[in-house]
């Protein structure tokens, strides 16, 4: 509630019935009993009159769906995601706890319903989303990532390894990692045999098994041989 309320409110003083706060706050309790869209947000706070009072509404009638499309309208994406940000953070608000929530999954996701491409970046233990990225129609997941991995970063500066699958596995974004001090744990696959037989060769030393020089191509087998 107190983060939530940190969020300007841009809406006219004059006429305005229901603060921004609680309005934002009966989304989070209606999303988190299962409700998934306006008419059922209010509807739940229709039929559950009783969490109004605690969620700091001065009457106990619902509001209208209108007003909570208006109210939601106006809010700034990356306001509500920093009010997210420091509730979070302040949860983990012990040495112990952010040592064991430094590690989080960037991952994408799509709805085709709504047409909306959403990078997640997930914190493990927590089991929580901390942040979001919307990822542009010519934009992908890595773009999106990069463009808001600073901010990412200042917001949970407890982050200390990102994990993913292949598509993030690419030199640009780990060398920017590593220049912010990060460390990573992205997954090769064999799909991606330029990238594969890099991997070989940079690790050849330490495999448990000999790299076989005929997975190779003949630049790359040269090399091994000059290194052995």
């Not at 940000?85 to 929530?101: M, N, P, T, Y």
């Not at 991952?107 to 997930?122: I, P, Q, T, W, Y």
């Not at 050849?204 to 076989?212: E, M, P, S, T, W």
Request: with cysteine; charged share 25%; glycine share 8%.
């Amino acid at each position: 509630m107190e983060c939530l309320a940190r969020i300007p409110d841009k809406r006219k003083a004059r006429g305005v019935r229901y603060p921004q706060g609680p309005l934002l706050a009966l989304c989070v309790v209606a999303f988190s009993c299962g409700r998934q869209n306006l008419t059922q947000i209010h509807r739940f706070a229709r039929d559950h009159p009783d969490v109004l009072g605690p969620l700091g509404f001065a009457r106990r009638r619902a509001p209208s769906v209108p007003t909570l499309s208006r109210v939601l309208g106006s809010v700034p994406v990356a306001a509500l995601q920093g009010a997210l940000s420091d509730w979070l953070v302040g949860l983990v608000d012990s040495a112990r706890k952010r040592r064991a929530c430094g590690v989080a999954a960037v991952d994408g996701k799509s709805s085709r319903a709504a047409g909306v491409h959403v990078l997640n970046v997930f914190l493990h233990d927590v089991e929580r989303v901390a942040w979001q990225a919307a990822v542009g129609k010519k934009a992908n997941e890595i773009s999106a990532l990069r463009g808001e991995l600073g901010e990412l970063l200042a917001a949970y500066p407890f982050l200390r390894i990102l994990t993913g699958d292949a598509m993030f596995a690419g030199r640009p974004l780990c060398a920017e990692l590593i220049g912010h001090g990060r460390h990573y744990v992205f997954q090769i696959k064999a799909d991606q045999k330029d990238l594969l037989e890099k991997m070989r060769l940079v690790f050849a030393g330490k495999l448990q098994r000999a790299v076989d020089p005929a997975s190779l191509s003949g630049e790359k087998k040269e090399w091994l041989r000059h290194r052995a």
